[in-house]
Every structure is written in C-alpha cells, then in structure tokens.
C-alpha cells in the first residue's frame, strides 16, 4: 500500500513553461485535494475533488487546472508558469461515507518542490 | 469565520522535558480541531482530532491535546520529549460546519528538541 505517490519530486521551470503534477492514492479514497506550502505559511487549498469527475476550486485556484478521470488519480496542471508559483506542492487524499460532511484524516504526499524563474 | 492561531513560530525544549505547542481557535458552533506534524522534506501526517467527547485527546506518537472551550484553545502536548519529535507541527480546522475539505491551516510551529 503505497499510499498517495507525488511526481516530480523537484522541477525548475522558467517563465511561461506549462508542466503536469502527477499524484496517485491507492486507498480507494473518494476525496483528493492540492495544496501549496509556502514557506512561514500555512497550507492553501489550490483545488480538491469529493469524486471522479467532481472538481471544485479552493482558496487559491488562479493559474492552475485539475481533472479527476479516475479515483486514483488527481493531476495539477500550470499552464504559464509564474515565479509566484515557486512553492512546494502536497497533494492529499480522506475518504467520507457522507457527501459534505466528514472529518476524517488526510493523507498526504510527499511534495513536489517546484522552481519557477 | 472559522479560523486557527499558532502563536508561536518556534518552540525549543530538552529532551525529556514536556513540550506544549500552542493553538487557538474561533469558530462559530461545535469546533472540530486536527493537529498534523510535518517532518523535514516529508508531507503532512495526521496526529489526532477533536470531534466531541473528552477534552483530553490522545494521538499518535505519545501526543495528546487538551480541548479547552473557555480559553478557546487545543494545545499539543507530549509529556517527555525525544530528539525525534523535532518537527513542523500544524494547527486546523475546517472552514464551514458541512465539509472537511476545505482546512484552515495555522501558520506552523517548529518544535527543537535539544538533546
């Protein structure tokens, strides 16, 4: 069970290149969620997604674009790459019986750090 | 509006010495209060949870949080520190009554442990 695997684990872009992070969970879970982690900060919801197929936007979704085809697989796409982009990414999966309303744990990636200058 | 506060940026203890890691809350009804801890170059592990109950959490790791609801607080403790607890540890709490997905986030506290 590996749990939730995140690609790259490091990438440097320059301005205006576009690139795809990768995120995988083998839990069966039916939520997933993108977060940044800038540093001295606390994490920002970029997008989530409560199933295949649903996706919605969270705090900070500008310059960014998901999809969630299947439950395993929840890729974040930066179409122009700006240096306000330079973060690390954590993607996260839970799962919940009921729409709307749960509190269980996430589970976590292990990051991406992503350069953009 | 739901919100959490960490009001300290870092915390340094001996080892062997209990450790209190601050957190304080402002919600609007029945608060739901999560402790995660981030260790270097890792994502973010749950350690426990508030729902409702004891105010007296015990997590993992030997961590345990008191739930205070005059003081509005939800402090992390640990009653002997180890070296190995020298981490990020995270605050949060969810940002409407009806969903989990959307966490507020404290801005973190780092935790040294000195040997």
């Known amino acids: 069970n590996a749990g939730v695997t995140q690609t790259p684990k490091f990438r440097i872009l320059k301005i205006g290149q576009s690139m795809t992070l990768q995120c995988t969970q083998d839990?069966?879970?039916?939520?997933m969620y993108w977060y940044r982690q800038d540093p001295g900060m606390g994490l920002k919801l970029i997008y989530y997604?409560?199933?295949?197929?649903?996706?919605d936007k969270g705090e900070v979704p500008n310059g960014y674009n998901v999809s969630r085809s299947t439950t395993e697989d929840f890729p974040l796409r930066l179409e122009l790459a700006a240096p306000s982009q330079t973060s690390v990414y954590f993607c996260?999966?839970?799962?919940?019986?009921?729409?709307?309303?749960?509190?269980?744990?996430?589970?976590f990636g292990p990051g991406t750090r992503l350069t953009v200058l | 509006a739901q919100s959490v506060a960490q009001p300290e940026d870092q915390v340094n203890v001996a080892e062997g010495n209990p450790l209190t890691v601050k957190c304080t809350y402002s919600?609007?009804?029945?608060?739901?209060l999560f402790w995660y801890v981030q260790y270097p170059n890792r994502g973010l592990q749950f350690l426990l949870k508030?729902?409702?109950?004891d105010n007296l959490v015990k997590g993992s790791y030997g961590f345990e949080a008191e739930f205070n609801k005059s003081q509005t607080s939800f402090h992390l403790k640990k009653p002997s520190a180890l070296v190995s607890d020298s981490a990020l540890y995270f605050c949060?709490?969810?940002?409407?009554?009806?969903?989990?997905?959307?966490?507020?986030w404290g801005a973190g506290t780092k935790l040294i442990i000195k040997p």
């Open positions: 919600v609007s009804g029945n608060p739901y």
């Open positions: 508030y729902i409702t109950g």
């Open positions: 949060a709490v969810p940002r409407s009554m009806d969903s989990n997905y959307q966490l507020i």
């Open positions: 839990m069966n879970h039916n939520y």
């Open positions: 996260a999966s839970s799962y919940s019986l009921v729409s709307g309303s749960s509190y269980n744990e996430q589970f």
């Open positions: 997604s409560v199933g295949a197929g649903i996706t």
